[in-house]
């Protein structure tokens, strides 16, 4: 089956600035995809680069085995993408934004029922006749939402979508999104809430300036970090011997990483043995957010 995302040693230069360094990725029809890396990494300018909003200074993508700039229409066609910024045409409500946005990819009446379904699914059903101008925040997030799906395209790329979004909505249209994927669509994330893509996400890549610095699946990228987390507040200093076990420190709160639950009974005869009185405990299990500083920072 061809790949719904293949990308192959695209680079990209702004002036001085190498933002993407030799970037390799396929992604499979079907997959849940997390793309994730700090603010810089190059993550939105690969995105433009799949939606031919930009040009790789080298390099090809492929979108359904179209490619970006040769096939520019065909994988357009294939590819939804929910943008970051609140960009939308202020003079459509937001049925009249849906239907003109299937109709601009050649979709005609017989898409209505899945402009109606998106309105319904989104949460926008008392909003579909009003101005987009006049939608709160929130809700042109998730018109621009239904804005990427309303050609049903194969391939959906959110970029920071729940980014001001509130909890409700968030579980909606996680479940609208999750629907989509059930029913064969891929989808691409990026997010800084990285508790969405472990939930979410069977792959990742990580980004830091301009290259992929881990390609794993989410399970295989939870166990590189071993072990579990002991988050201790101490009534004094925490002896010396602990100290190669310390991840994070925050005045008399320390994140201590251990391999095994065993390693919980020799710290704490540690702190007996050095007479510092241990306040408040807790363990917690290593997540996305361990790997994630593990290997990005
Ligand atoms: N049009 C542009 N002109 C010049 N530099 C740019 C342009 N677009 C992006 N950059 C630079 O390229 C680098 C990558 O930016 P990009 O927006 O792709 O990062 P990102 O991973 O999406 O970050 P964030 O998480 O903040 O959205 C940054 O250093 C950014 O300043």
Redesign the pocket.
């Known amino acids: 089956m061809i790949p719904a995302i293949n990308i192959q040693q695209v680079h ?1 230069r ?2 001085d ?1 190498h ?2 360094k030799g970037i390799d990725l396929s992604i499979k029809q079907g997959e849940f995809f997390a793309l994730l ?12 680069l799949l939606a031919g909003l ?1 040009r790789p200074t080298s390099g090809q993508l492929q979108v359904m085995g179209f490619d970006v700039n040769t096939q520019y229409a065909q994988a357009r066609q294939a590819l939804g993408v929910v943008p ?1 910024e609140l960009v939308f045409d202020p003079f459509f409500n937001v049925r009249e934004m849906l239907r003109f946005q299937a109709g601009y990819f050649g979709k005609g009446r017989s898409n209505d029922a899945w402009v109606d379904e998106i309105i319904e699914s989104l949460g926008l059903a008392d909003k579909a006749h009003v101005n987009m101008r006049r939608l709160s925040g929130g809700m042109k997030r998730r018109a621009l939402i239904g804005q990427a799906l309303a050609h049903k395209p194969p391939v959906i790329v959110l ?2 979508p729940t980014a001001g979004v509130d909890v409700e909505l968030r579980q909606s249209m996680w479940e609208f999104i999750r629907r989509l994927n059930r029913e064969g669509h891929t989808i691409i994330l ?1 997010t ?1 809430y990285l508790e969405e893509a472990e939930t979410l996400c069977s792959r990742i890549a990580m ?1 830091k300036q ?1 290259e992929i610095v881990a390609l794993d699946s989410t399970r295989n990228l939870l166990n590189r970090v071993p072990g579990k987390r002991l988050c201790l507040k101490l009534a004094a200093a925490l002896p010396a011997i602990l100290l190669p076990l310390v991840r994070d420190q925050q005045g008399d709160t320390y994140v201590l990483a251990l391999t095994e639950v065993a390693q919980l009974e020799s710290i704490l005869a540690e702190l007996r043995l050095a007479g510092v009185a241990v306040e408040d405990m807790q363990l917690i299990e290593a997540d996305l957010e361990d790997v994630f500083v593990e290997i990005v920072s």
Do not use: C, R, V, Y
Not at 37 to 48: E, Q, R
């Open positions: 990209k702004f002036g600035l933002a993407l890396g700090p603010n810089g990494a190059g993550k939105s300018t690969l995105i433009n930009l970051q970029d920071e990026t800084h980004m301009g």
